[in-house]
């Protein structure tokens, strides 16, 4: 019998045998369930869309992330307790990896306790760890959260996309791209250092394989220039030097950015794209990061004399940035008409007043989206959105 003095240990005892690390996901939930004490439990991932929350066994049915207690454990990330048939009681804990939602854990009991609680997050911990460091070469993971083959250039670009969400208890980056299958130019990046939040949105010309190509070059060319400290100037620079040299006629738009941690000053330079939105205390400041266009990157011989230029401003306290791909305020809402900038900044401003999670907000808004637009949306769609808080706070 497993007891509140003996249950951590068995756990310890099944982690520190090197044969259990090969086991598979399913094997070792049920391990380590037991080790625990608890009755049972099951992973359920979200979707490549965040539509649903979808089990590692086939034994039960995918919930809908929008309309069930695990979907709003997984919306909110936070506990949620439920009957369930047999007469006891399910608990649903949110699978997070830092910040970013993986999905959320099903624990059955027959009554929860402040033990069985605890122990219940503790799995979910563990299993938010091993779904993050399995999914890269399980390919059992991706076939079950998608539900559509995908297209070859969507194939390459989300091998080189990061997750989705990142951040600290000061600073979040969240990102959303659409159509998920069908995915042409448009990627985003975002990393973070001990001082820094770097992110980028990017728009390749076209929507076949050579659109892939180039946003996924570019994207390299600015991990390449980050990892050895590169200033912003000289990151792009290293953009437009890797596209004019391997695919010299292909170009790409985009935003990228550095956000100091500490000051809150965000730098950023704007190649040929859409400028970014500023939402402070609930607000669209017009204009404030509207600066006169650059050329695409890819052009170097189009800013070859005084070299890329770039801007800075200071957030405030809880201010929040958007970047975006003109696939998003060209698309369509329900009434026929086009999102455009001001109803797309309404709708963020109006999540942020009822408290929504930054990565809930961008979800929420996709889907809004899609469906108004059931056969696809004209072009590809990503928002970026970060959002900054000081250190002090």
């Given at each position: 019998?497993?007891?509140?003095?003996?249950?951590?240990?068995l756990?310890?005892?099944?982690?520190?045998d090197?044969?259990?690390a090969?086991l598979d996901?399913?094997?070792?939930?049920?391990?380590?369930?037991?080790?625990?004490?608890?009755q049972?439990?099951?992973v359920?991932?979200v979707?490549?869309?965040?539509?649903e929350l979808?089990?590692?066994t086939?034994?039960?049915?995918?919930?809908?992330?929008?309309d069930s207690l695990?979907?709003?454990a997984?919306?909110?990330?936070?506990l949620?307790?439920?009957?369930?048939?047999t007469?006891?009681?399910?608990?649903w804990?949110?699978?997070?990896?830092?910040?970013?939602?993986?999905g959320?854990l099903a624990?059955h009991?027959a009554?929860?306790?402040p033990v069985?609680?605890?122990?219940?997050?503790?799995?979910?911990?563990l299993?938010?760890?091993?779904v993050?460091?399995?999914?890269?070469?399980k390919?059992s993971?991706?076939r079950?959260?998608?539900s559509?083959?995908m297209?070859?250039?969507?194939?390459?670009?989300r091998?080189?996309?990061?997750?989705?969400?990142?951040?600290?208890?000061?600073?979040?980056?969240?990102?959303?791209?659409e159509?998920?299958?069908?995915?042409?130019?448009?990627?985003?990046?975002?990393?973070?250092?001990?001082?820094?939040?770097?992110?980028?949105?990017?728009?390749a010309?076209?929507?076949?394989?050579?659109?892939?190509?180039?946003?996924?070059?570019a994207?390299?060319?600015?991990r390449?220039?980050?990892?050895?400290?590169?200033d912003?100037?000289?990151?792009?620079h290293n953009?437009?030097?890797?596209?004019s040299?391997w695919?010299?006629?292909?170009?790409?738009?985009?935003?990228?950015?550095?956000?100091d941690?500490?000051?809150?000053m965000?730098?950023?330079?704007?190649?040929g794209?859409p400028?970014?939105?500023?939402?402070r205390?609930?607000?669209?400041?017009?204009?404030?990061?509207v600066?006169?266009?650059?050329?695409?990157m890819?052009?170097?011989d189009?800013?070859?004399?005084?070299?890329?230029?770039?801007h800075?401003i200071?957030?405030?306290p809880?201010?929040?940035?958007?970047m975006?791909?003109?696939?998003?305020?060209?698309?369509?809402?329900?009434d026929g008409?086009?999102?455009?900038?001001?109803?797309?900044?309404?709708?963020?401003i109006?999540a942020?007043?009822a408290?929504?999670?930054?990565?809930?907000?961008?979800r929420?808004?996709i889907?809004?989206?899609?469906?108004?637009?059931?056969?696809?949306?004209?072009?590809?769609?990503?928002?970026?959105?970060?959002?900054?808080?000081?250190?002090?706070r």
């Amino acid at each position: 019998m497993v007891t509140a003095d003996n249950g951590e240990g068995l756990l310890e005892e099944f982690l520190a045998d090197p044969e259990n690390a090969t086991l598979d996901l399913a094997t070792t939930v049920a391990r380590c369930t037991k080790a625990l004490g608890l009755q049972h439990a099951v992973v359920y991932l979200v979707d490549l869309q965040q539509r649903e929350l979808v089990p590692l066994t086939d034994v039960v049915p995918a919930l809908p992330v929008d309309d069930s207690l695990a979907g709003w454990a997984y919306r909110t990330q936070a506990l949620r307790v439920q009957d369930n048939d047999t007469g006891g009681l399910t608990a649903w804990f949110p699978l997070v990896d830092g910040a970013e939602r993986l999905g959320v854990l099903a624990v059955h009991a027959a009554a929860l306790t402040p033990v069985s609680l605890r122990r219940g997050r503790a799995l979910a911990a563990l299993m938010a760890m091993l779904v993050t460091s399995k999914r890269a070469y399980k390919d059992s993971f991706v076939r079950r959260t998608r539900s559509e083959p995908m297209r070859l250039p969507a194939e390459m670009l989300r091998a080189f996309l990061p997750p989705r969400t990142i951040g600290t208890g000061h600073v979040v980056s969240t990102a959303v791209l659409e159509p998920a299958y069908e995915l042409g130019g448009d990627a985003f990046d975002h990393s973070l250092t001990e001082t820094t939040l770097h992110a980028a949105v990017i728009d390749a010309m076209g929507h076949d394989l050579a659109a892939g190509l180039t946003s996924a070059v570019a994207l390299a060319a600015c991990r390449n220039a980050r990892r050895t400290g590169a200033d912003l100037p000289e990151l792009v620079h290293n953009v437009d030097t890797a596209l004019s040299r391997w695919l010299p006629d292909q170009f790409c738009t985009g935003v990228l950015t550095q956000l100091d941690l500490a000051s809150g000053m965000l730098r950023w330079s704007n190649c040929g794209h859409p400028a970014p939105l500023l939402i402070r205390d609930q607000r669209l400041l017009v204009d404030a990061m509207v600066r006169e266009a650059e050329p695409p990157m890819g052009l170097p011989d189009l800013v070859a004399e005084g070299g890329r230029r770039c801007h800075e401003i200071a957030l405030e306290p809880g201010d929040r940035v958007l970047m975006y791909t003109d696939g998003v305020t060209e698309s369509r809402t329900h009434d026929g008409t086009e999102l455009g900038l001001n109803r797309f900044a309404d709708y963020i401003i109006r999540a942020t007043a009822a408290g929504e999670l930054a990565s809930e907000t961008l979800r929420r808004l996709i889907r809004s989206l899609l469906g108004a637009q059931p056969d696809r949306l004209r072009d590809d769609a990503t928002i970026l959105l970060l959002e900054w808080w000081p250190p002090h706070r």
